[in-house]
């Protein structure tokens, strides 16, 4: 049972790179969300999508884009990376947004330079 | 003003003490509350969640005072494998009903 699994878990960017961060579930839940963890600050919702094909903006949307376009898999991408981007991500799913538990993934540590 | 507060600790305590955590939201129409756990470098994990008539499971209670917005989470008989962050949680009470996360409470149970 694999839950939700994040790809990669590392991952260090020049300023003006792109990447996509993966992010899927097999526990076919309907809501999954994006969030970033910085020292101080607690996890911050970037992006969330309530089901395949619907996907909004969260508290700090800005630099990131995402798509739903099954209800397995929620890609994060970053469009231009820059400084500001080191975090620690985690992907996040379940069945029916902030009333149920959420299942997180084991997160991806970003180093913008 | 921060949807969630939370006492950042950290919270350095012996092994079998008691310890409690209390943490505020400031939205009165939130209706989920959650206390999740979260290991050093790892993801939060859901501890419990926080029922207006307060819970127990174990040697955890929760307990929920909507009229003064505030959450508290109690410790009995700390262990070693205790020590860990944890996260209060509360819901936006929009219709995706999001997540607000705390910045979290760090405990240290010492041998």
């Known amino acids: ?113 | 003003r921060k949807e969630v507060e939370q006492d950042p600790g950290p919270f350095n305590v012996p092994e079998g003490a008691t310890v409690a955590f209390n943490c505020t939201y400031s939205n009165s129409a939130s209706q989920s509350f959650f206390w999740y756990r979260q290991d050093c470098r790892k993801e939060p994990k859901l501890l419990m969640s926080v029922y207006s008539s307060g819970n127990e499971d174990g040697r955890f209670t929760a307990q929920l005072n909507r009229a003064s917005q505030y959450i508290s989470l109690l410790i009995r008989d700390s262990k070693l494998s205790d020590s860990a962050t944890y996260l209060c949680v509360v819901d936006d009470q929009t219709g995706a009903n999001n997540l607000f996360f705390g910045t979290g409470t760090r405990l240290t149970v010492i041998p």
Request: with cysteine; charged share 15%.
């Open chain 1, 1 to 113: 049972n694999a839950g939700v699994t994040q790809t990669p878990k590392f991952q260090v960017l020049k300023t003006g790179q792109s990447m996509t961060l993966q992010c899927a579930q097999d526990m076919n839940h309907e809501y999954m969300s994006w969030y970033r963890q910085d020292p101080g600050m607690g996890l911050r919702l970037i992006h969330y999508s309530v089901g395949a094909g619907i996907t909004d903006q969260g508290e700090v949307p800005n630099g990131y884009n995402v798509s739903r376009s099954t209800t397995e898999d929620f890609p994060l991408r970053l469009l231009s990376a820059a400084p500001s981007q080191t975090s620690v991500y985690f992907c996040a799913s379940s069945t029916g947004g902030g009333v149920t538990e959420a299942f997180f993934g084991q997160g991806t540590r970003l180093t913008v330079v």
